[in-house]
């Protein structure tokens, strides 16, 4: 498991990380965008139809 990025991490990513692209899985925070998105979704009803266990 990744350790979750904090905003530091973010501050020397952006001067020390020579412009290299990060994906979410690397720094820790796809899960909680994923958790999010599938809560609105749901809220929204958008997910009724689906056989979601």
Known sequence: ??????N???IWHFFA???REV???EIGHLREIVDQ???RME???LFAAWPIR
């Open 1 to 6: 498991m990744v350790d979750r990025w904090e």
């Open 8 to 10: 530091h991490d973010f």
């Open 17 to 19: 990380g020579a412009g």
């Open 23 to 25: 994906a979410l899985p």
């Open 37 to 39: 998105y599938a809560t």
């Open 43 to 45: 809220r929204r009803g």
